[in-house]
């Protein structure tokens, strides 16, 4: 009896190892939970690198497919232009065609804003930017007025100058641009920006010399061409343009109004100051043929081209850069010579050559 007692009493675990069990058991629990949070980190790390990654292949797919368009959208408008303006047949008239312009860009605006934001919002903006506020229109109507001014001349050069040629000195713009930021904006450039603009410059002199020596162009010849007059309409659309677009920039870096209700402003008063243009200036002819006279599948194609650069301009501020923008410049100006040879037997000649190769180069390094 004594002897089993004993026996029960030496079986039971001695106190140090029930805790050595305990602090066994302890750590294997803390082992498995330490593993198990490893497994779900490494799973939320994979699952955050993969989302990552999905965004910039997403934004980069945008980034270029904008930059895309843009090259092709600058080199069509140039080349259906040309063409809408000398072909046969009864010629539109150009002051309705900035009119046409101006409304679908107001329309795109309204449209993007209503499928971004919905309907209610879409007018809770247009009430509280545009109604409420009729001091900001006035601020609004000087860029406008200017871009529809632009988009005249734009007319006036491309029925006076080769396709080519009209690309190439429109570069100017450049130029212009960068002046009224340094003017307006006290925006300070460098030694190679500078470089860059006198370049441009002297290329833009070397094509415009030899546009307007060159008496063997059948296409000058045949169309009746001004190309003194194309170049002057050219230079003062570049003024307006730069001016426009240095005073739309400081108009935006000032409020927080959204760019496509800024857009819708242009778009109206654009529209409005471009129908006042053209009662003034081609009103009795316009009535007596009608509004859309001389309108062709071209024509129409030469309006949307125009509209759609606009919102080209605002994908690539958006998901691309300055230099990428000017890359795609420069292949627009050369898709435009190489065309031209191609749709308008335009005749390259060694001292084209020279100077457009001179205003590629410097829109390059300007952007760089």
């Avoid at 994979?46 to 999905?54: A, E, I, L, R």
Wanted: glycine share 6%.
């Amino acid at each position: 009896m004594t002897k089993t007692k004993i026996s029960q009493v030496s079986e039971k675990p001695e106190p140090r190892q029930r805790t050595k069990f305990k602090m066994s058991t302890k750590i294997q629990l803390e082992t498995q939970e330490e593993t198990q949070d490893e497994a779900q980190s490494t799973y939320h790390q994979d699952t955050t690198s993969s989302n990552k990654q999905t965004v910039d292949r997403s934004h980069n797919i945008k980034r270029y497919a904008s930059l895309v368009l843009l090259v092709i959208q600058n080199a069509v408008l140039v080349l259906i232009s040309r063409y809408s303006r000398t072909m046969p047949g009864d010629r539109y008239f150009a002051t309705t065609a900035v009119i046409c312009q101006e409304v679908l860009k107001f329309l795109a605006s309204i449209v993007i804003i209503y499928v971004n934001d919905g309907f209610f919002s879409l007018l809770s903006q247009v009430n509280q930017s545009i109604i409420a506020n009729p001091l900001d229109n006035l601020r609004v109507a000087v860029p406008s007025t200017l871009y529809m001014i632009q988009n005249n001349l734009f007319y006036v050069g491309i029925s006076n100058l080769p396709a080519a040629t009209f690309q190439v000195i429109f570069q100017m713009k450049l130029l212009t641009t960068a002046l009224f930021a340094v003017l307006i904006l006290g925006r300070k450039l460098n030694l190679t920006k500078w470089a860059s603009l006198v370049i441009l410059s002297l290329g833009v002199a070397a094509v415009q010399i030899e546009a307007t020596i060159s008496k063997d162009q059948k296409e000058a010849n045949s169309t009746n061409q001004n190309p003194l007059l194309g170049f002057m309409a050219v230079l003062a659309a570049c003024m307006t343009s730069g001016f426009a677009g240095v005073y739309f920039e400081k108009i935006l870096k000032d409020s927080e109004v959204s760019l496509w209700i800024r857009n819708i402003q242009l778009g109206v008063i654009g529209a409005l100051m471009g129908a006042a243009t053209a009662y003034f200036s081609e009103g009795k002819e316009i009535i007596e043929h009608g509004f859309f006279y001389g309108y062709n599948e071209y024509t129409i194609g030469a309006i949307f081209t125009q509209a759609l650069g606009g919102l080209i301009i605002a994908c690539v501020v958006k998901y691309a850069d300055s230099i990428l923008k000017g890359f795609a410049t420069s292949l627009a100006i050369i898709l435009s010579c190489v065309m031209s040879v191609f749709l308008f037997n335009f005749q390259v000649t060694p001292v084209f050559v020279v100077g457009a190769t001179m205003v590629v180069g410097s829109v390059y390094i300007y952007s760089k």
